[in-house]
C-alpha cells in the first residue's frame, strides 16, 4: 500500500472530529446562555456601619420613679411613699461589634410641690431635683437588619437637690435685681448602681429610635441633712429608682 493510501483514514477521521465539533457548538448556541450563578449575599449600609467601631450619641426623655422612698418634705415625722419625676438625659456610647462602653447624664425635676414647714404669711414651698452621672456597660444579644436589643449595667453617682422658697422669692415684689439665691438649697450626694436594657430601631442612615428602662438603686447617707433654716432633706438611705422614656441617637463611624 502506498503513503497515499496509509494516510487517508486519518483524514476522514480529522474530518469527521471537525463535524462533531461544530455540530455541538451549533447546538450549544441554539439553546443560548445557561443560569447566571447566584449573587454573593450583600451587607446593609446600616449593617456595615454597625460592625464597625462607631460612638453613638443620644437623647432621651422620659419619667422617673421611686415608688417606694420615704419621702419626708417637712419633717422626718411627716413623709409620704413615692415620688414621680420628669427626666432628661444624653449619652455618648463607643461601640464595637456586640459591646458598648459608655457614659450619661440625666436630670429630673418632681412633678408635686408641697407645702414646706413655717410661718403660712410665707408660703413656702419645697421642690426637688435630680441629677445622675453614671458609666454604662452594654451587650447586643440581638442583632437583626433594623432591629437591636441589648442588655448592660450602669455605675456612677446621684445627686438629689432639695428647695425652699417663699412666695417673695418666686413673686419679688420690685423689679430689682438681687444678688444671690432666691431659695434655700440642700444637697444629698450618694453612689448610684443597676441594671438596664433597651431596644433600637434602624429607621434611617444612622438614625434609630426606641424604648429605654432603667432599675437604679440610690445608696444616700442614712442621716438627713440639714439646711442652714433647719429643713430636712428629703430623701436618705437606700432608695430605688425605675426610668422609663425613648432615645433617638446617632451613630458616627470612627
Known sequence: ??????????????????????????????EGPGPAPAPAPTISAEQRERDRPHTFAAVNAGVLALPGALVCPQTVNDCSRGELSMAIGIQNTFRYHAFGFGAGITWATTLRTDAARGDASLERDHSRRYFLVEAEFRYYALRTRFIEYWVGATVGGVVVNDSWSEKADRDPYSDAALVGPRAATLGTEGLAAGLTAGLEWTFARNWSFGPQLRYSSWFLPSTRGVSPTLDVASLSGRVDMFNVGAVIGYRLAL
Open 1 to 30: 500500500m502506498s503513503a497515499r493510501g496509509s494516510s487517508y483514514p486519518l483524514v476522514v477521521l480529522g474530518l469527521a472530529v471537525a463535524a462533531a465539533g461544530s455540530l455541538a457548538s451549533r447546538a450549544a448556541l441554539a
